[in-house]
């Protein structure tokens, strides 16, 4: 550093953020390793319907780092986003997904799932996002219908207009999508209506206290009428409890994901806890 950066330059050296920088170079270092080697997969955590049959699953990434052992996507992933290595990892949990639609379009028991699949925003504003997710289905052969694309507020608020476009051109292939995370952004609701949406999943910050907080209620309620009144399908994340599940069934919610019906684990697994 140069005397001319003046009196902040000490912060370069602080040694807490030093070791910061050190920590989160060496994570990276790493990801982009199991990217090429290996020490990726995808875990699937049912989805259940209102009868509470399997309808599907979300595709969860993990990492299991050989020296830091397993490590959260809520620190890799933001991390991945920041380096750009959300682009090659995006495309291999893509590619991942469909093989497994893949695998299950040829048993009739699980002929019929849906496979839901986080994308991150920087994977979505590339210009050939369109491309590569038809590149992706022609690929595995998969039907476009039994793959759902899991965006966030924050993601399609940046230009919505492109958004659109690329959602519509997406949904004419058959693609479904679901708006993950719903309540905790900018809720500026004109763009459900601008949206080629089919479900919007309520975050489970709401449900997580929603027979104990009257506010939570009131909000997980107006979301299922606001979407009834739009045509859109409700999915509740992260239902933990009978008491959880039976309010949401009350209150006409479709479909619902959480550690009651099972955790995140192997495809084999899959419906192990629901029926
Ligand atoms: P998300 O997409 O909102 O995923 C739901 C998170 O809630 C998952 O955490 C899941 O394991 C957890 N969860 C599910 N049911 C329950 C429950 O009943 N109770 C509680 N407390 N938690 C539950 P996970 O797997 O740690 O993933 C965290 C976030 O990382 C995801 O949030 C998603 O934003 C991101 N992520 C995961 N995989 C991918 C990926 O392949 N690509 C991208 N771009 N992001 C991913
Ligand atoms: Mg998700
Ligand atoms: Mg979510
Ligand atoms: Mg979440």
Same mark, same amino acid.
């Given at each position: 550093e140069s005397k001319a950066s003046g009196r902040d330059t000490w912060r370069f050296f602080d040694p807490q953020m030093q070791q910061a920088l050190e920590s989160r170079a060496r994570l990276e270092d790493r990801l982009r390793l199991a990217l090429r080697d290996g020490g990726l997969w995808l875990d699937y955590q049912p989805q259940i319907n209102r009868e509470r049959r399997l309808i599907g699953a979300e595709a969860l990434l993990r990492w299991q780092d050989q020296a830091e052992g397993q490590i959260s996507p809520a620190v890799f992933i933001p991390l991945a986003e920041e380096t750009g290595l959300i682009l090659p990892l995006g495309d291999w949990v893509l590619d991942q997904a469909c093989a497994q639609l893949a695998n299950w379009a040829k048993q009739p028991g699980t002929a019929a799932l849906t496979l839901a699949v986080n994308v991150s925003a920087h994977q979505f504003q590339q210009p050939d996002f369109v491309a590569r997710v038809r590149e992706v289905i022609a690929l595995h052969h998969i039907k476009p219908g039994h793959l759902k694309l899991e965006l966030t507020e924050t993601l399609l608020l940046k230009d919505m207009t492109e958004a659109a476009q690329k959602m519509e051109a997406l949904k004419g292939s058959g693609i479904g999508f679901s708006l993950d995370d719903f309540g905790t952004?900018? +809720?500026? #609701?004109?763009?459900?209506?601008?949206?080629?949406?089919?479900?919007?999943?309520? &975050?489970? +910050?709401?449900?997580? &206290?929603?027979?104990? &907080?009257? +506010? &939570?209620?009131?909000? /997980?309620?107006?979301? #299922?009428?606001?979407?009834?009144?739009?045509?859109?399908?409700?999915?509740?994340?992260? /239902?933990?409890?009978?008491?959880q599940y039976n309010f949401l069934l009350g209150h006409g919610c479709d479909a619902f994901q959480g550690y009651l019906f099972g955790r995140p684990g192997p495809s084999n697994q899959l419906s192990a806890g629901i029926q």
């Amino acid at each position: 550093e140069s005397k001319a950066s003046g009196r902040d330059t000490w912060r370069f050296f602080d040694p807490q953020m030093q070791q910061a920088l050190e920590s989160r170079a060496r994570l990276e270092d790493r990801l982009r390793l199991a990217l090429r080697d290996g020490g990726l997969w995808l875990d699937y955590q049912p989805q259940i319907n209102r009868e509470r049959r399997l309808i599907g699953a979300e595709a969860l990434l993990r990492w299991q780092d050989q020296a830091e052992g397993q490590i959260s996507p809520a620190v890799f992933i933001p991390l991945a986003e920041e380096t750009g290595l959300i682009l090659p990892l995006g495309d291999w949990v893509l590619d991942q997904a469909c093989a497994q639609l893949a695998n299950w379009a040829k048993q009739p028991g699980t002929a019929a799932l849906t496979l839901a699949v986080n994308v991150s925003a920087h994977q979505f504003q590339q210009p050939d996002f369109v491309a590569r997710v038809r590149e992706v289905i022609a690929l595995h052969h998969i039907k476009p219908g039994h793959l759902k694309l899991e965006l966030t507020e924050t993601l399609l608020l940046k230009d919505m207009t492109e958004a659109a476009q690329k959602m519509e051109a997406l949904k004419g292939s058959g693609i479904g999508f679901s708006l993950d995370d719903f309540g905790t952004g900018y +809720s500026s #609701l004109a763009y459900l209506k601008r949206l080629p949406l089919d479900q919007l999943k309520i &975050d489970q +910050s709401f449900i997580r &206290d929603l027979l104990e &907080d009257s +506010s &939570d209620a009131a909000i /997980v309620d107006a979301i #299922l009428g606001m979407a009834r009144s739009l045509g859109l399908q409700v999915i509740a994340e992260g /239902v933990e409890t009978d008491e959880q599940y039976n309010f949401l069934l009350g209150h006409g919610c479709d479909a619902f994901q959480g550690y009651l019906f099972g955790r995140p684990g192997p495809s084999n697994q899959l419906s192990a806890g629901i029926q």
